[in-house]
């Protein structure tokens, strides 16, 4: 067995961003969209930086304009999931995408998408958690209707909130009453923080924000008083290896600190962030940590214990995936 074929968790996936070309490429074509720009002449989506990438993100999912089309995506989403030995993964979901973040809206886009989850489960196996999460550059206002979302349809389902976004956008702690509600819906928490944003922007979110988990958060190994502060509060990085180069954060997987950040002791767990537009799936992350960094089946056990422990699910299923 190699690496790749061992079982994996997967925790930062976004769900729209997770949907392959050729299935945004169909839904455009039924609805008589056109949104062809946002492919290269090979079908892949195409974009020149983060900003650009969030704008050709936002274009695709106006195709995405029914529960149905949510019911789909998500089926399709997990198929590449199940493909890739997945067993148990959490995407980040949009209300903004799903009815403007209006809550009536929102609950039949949810009920699509859990049918699909229970579906996919009861045929494959794998299990599924929803991350509500708000687009930090739609700003605080549109983020406490989102908070609004998760916190009404918390559920075995739906475990968490989080906010997604341009990092360069405001700061983390302009989102505390979206978070402060979600914490009181009993949500765990998750912040994408320290991708673009230096090291500050982590520290901001663990205190403003009161995240266990950060999204990215690689760099943050520009700080030692950072990492020492992530080693005492337990704070897990959702790290997207495959991801941070595409985005060019880093140019190559070599200069990635995930290694480092290992070696320091802060837990780390591997996931793809948007895998079509990032060119990777999780074998495929899998594969090429094990070839830089020399990880054997060992560390990707570490890799997924760690993952398995901060996975924003209850003891019952955390035992099931044991
Ligand atoms: N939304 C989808 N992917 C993202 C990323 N890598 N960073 C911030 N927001 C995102
Ligand atoms: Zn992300």
Known sequence: MTVQDLPKIELHLHLEGAAPPAFIRGLAKEKKID????????????????????????????VLQSPQDFYRLTRAVLEECVANQVIYAETFLAPDFCGGGDLIAWKDYLAAIEQAATEM???????????????????????????????????????????????????????????????????????????????????????????????????????????????????????????????????????????KLRERGVKVTVSTDDPPFFHTTMRKEFDDLSQTFDWDAQDFKALNQTALDAAFCDAATRAELK
């Open 35 to 62: 949104i062809s720009g946002i492919f290269d002449e090979k079908g892949a989506y195409k974009y020149k930086d983060f900003w650009d990438f969030l704008k050709v993100y936002e274009a695709a999912t106006t």
């Open 121 to 259: 489960r009861d045929e494959t196996g794998i299990i599924l958690k929803g991350i509500p999460t708000c687009v930090r550059h739609f700003g605080p206002d549109q983020a406490k209707k989102t908070a609004i979302c998760a916190s009404e349809t918390a559920s075995s389902f739906i475990t968490g909130f989080g906010m997604g976004g341009d990092e360069a956008f405001g700061r983390q702690g302009d989102f505390t009453y979206a978070f402060d509600m979600a914490r009181e819906a009993k949500l765990q928490l998750t912040s994408h923080a320290g991708e673009w944003g230096g090291p500050e922007s982590v520290r901001d979110a663990i205190r403003d924000l009161g995240v266990t988990r950060i999204g990215h958060g690689v760099r943050a190994i520009e700080d030692d008083a950072l990492i020492q502060e992530i080693l005492e509060k337990d704070v897990v990085l959702e790290v997207c290896p495959g991801s941070n180069v595409a985005l060019k954060v880093y140019k190559n997987l070599s200069d990635h600190p995930i290694a």
